[in-house]
T-cell receptor, first 113, second 115 residues
Framework: AQSVTQLGSHVSVSEGALVLLRCNYS??????LFWYVQYPNQGLQLLLK??????LVKGINGFEAEFKKSETSFHLTKPSAHMSDAAEYFC???????????FGTGTRLTIIP | DAGVTQSPTHLIKTRGQHVTLRCSPI?????VSWYQQVLGQGPQFIFQ???????GRGNFPDRFSARQFPNYSSELNVNALLLGDSALYLC??????????????FGPGTRLTVT
């Protein structure tokens, strides 16, 4: 079975500050890992994905994530927060043999002006 | 190109009723997956269909069923609605089976309220 744990259901950062959203995974097979963003009353938008290529993955809107097998982590970062980054962020893991995504419980990111 | 579309946007039903939700995938995508997102939680996998066959099923009761049509659109059916079925139902499509590409693209969802 696969699972992800997102540490911190709410994170607040000041505009211009570093954004760090934490995700740890559990998987019995080499995982595929994803970060999605959800704005209010909308569906999910893919930010970035890790599929066993480069361990440092760059995504849209200036976000990036680093796969660390030794720490079973896939934390999401952005050097400088913008007001438009305020949203809910979900980490997800998938079995490469299937397409079932297992999501974490989400982290709500608030940007302080 | 149009993204994943879902209908209706919002729906209000009474306990015990039946509901049908619809999804049209991105053109060229043959895989459709359904997820349930209860308020304040992450999405939970319900079904995956590929080439009109069920490829995966999540831990949901038999009241939930789905099908995929020859044009790859899909329907999710829920019978005997319960209050706990109130949620945002998300549809996602992907090209699946294309090596190295496991991106799922989500639609805007259908908000179901059961009263």
């Amino acid at each position: 079975a696969q699972s992800v744990t997102q540490l911190g259901s709410h994170v607040s950062v000041s505009e211009g500050a570093l954004v760090l959203l934490r995700c740890n995974y559990s998987s019995s097979v080499p995982p595929y890992l994803f970060w999605y963003v959800q704005y209010p009353n909308q569906g999910l938008q893919l930010l970035l994905k890790y599929t066993s290529a480069a361990t440092l993955v760059k995504g849209i809107n200036g976000f990036e994530a680093e796969f660390k097998k030794s720490e079973t982590s896939f934390h999401l970062t952005k050097p400088s927060a913008h007001m438009s980054d305020a949203a809910e962020y979900f980490c997800a893991v998938s079995d490469p043999a299937h397409e079932k995504l297992t999501f974490g419980t989400g982290t709500r990111l608030t940007i302080i002006p | 190109d149009a993204g994943v579309t879902q209908s209706p946007t919002h729906l209000i039903k009474t306990r015990g009723q039946h509901v049908t939700l619809r999804c049209s995938p991105i053109s060229g995508h043959k895989s459709v997956s359904w997820y349930q997102q209860v308020l304040g939680q992450g999405p939970q996998f319900i079904f995956q269909y590929y080439e009109k066959e069920e490829r995966g099923r999540g831990n949901f009761p038999d009241r939930f069923s789905a099908r995929q049509f020859p044009n790859y659109s899909s329907e999710l059916n829920v019978n005997a609605l319960l209050l706990g079925d109130s949620a945002l139902y998300l549809c996602a499509s992907s090209s699946y089976k294309r090596q190295g590409n496991y991106e799922q693209y989500f639609g805007p969802g259908t908000r179901l309220t059961v009263t």
